[in-house]
C-alpha cells in the first residue's frame, strides 16, 4: 500500500505565495509520473501540473509562468511553489497529489493524495 500525504496548504493573501509538498511512503519500487490536481467549489478536479520521473514538466494554461512543480525522486516527493505575486482568488481549490507508482508487488496503480486546501483570499 502506497500512502501520499500533502501539505503545506492554507490561507495565504492574494499576491502571496505557497509551497505544497507531497511525500509517497509504502510499497514503492518506483514512482513515473506524479502531479498536482485541483477541484474548486462546483467544479471538476483538473491538472495543475505534472513532472515525470526523468523532469518533464506539463502545466495548464492558468498557471504557467506562476506555478513550478518539481520533485526529488530520492525522497519520493513532489513539491508544487506557487510563486510570489500570482496567487489569485481563482487558485482557491483543494489540491490533490498524484502519483503512477509502481510497486514492489503487485501491479502499476495511480495513488492520490486526500488534498489540502488552498484558500486565497484579502
Known amino acids: 500500500q502506497v500512502q501520499l500525504v500533502e501539505s503545506g496548504g492554507g490561507l495565504v493573501q492574494p499576491g502571496g505565495s505557497r509551497r505544497l509538498s507531497c511525500a509517497a511512503s509504502g510499497s514503492i519500487f518506483s514512482i513515473n509520473a506524479m502531479g498536482w490536481y485541483r477541484r474548486a467549489p462546483g467544479n471538476q478536479r483538473e491538472l495543475v501540473a505534472g513532472?515525470?520521473?526523468?523532469?518533464?514538466?506539463?502545466?495548464a494554461d492558468s498557471v504557467k509562468g506562476r506555478f513550478t512543480i518539481s520533485r526529488d525522486n530520492a525522497r519520493n516527493t513532489v513539491y508544487l511553489q506557487m510563486q510570489m505575486n500570482s496567487l489569485k482568488p481563482e487558485d482557491t481549490a483543494v489540491y490533490y497529489c498524484n502519483a503512477d507508482v509502481q510497486p514492489w508487488n503487485g501491479r502499476r496503480y495511480d495513488s492520490w493524495g486526500q488534498g489540502t486546501q488552498v484558500t486565497v483570499s484579502s
Open positions: 513532472i515525470t520521473n526523468n523532469g518533464s514538466t506539463t502545466y
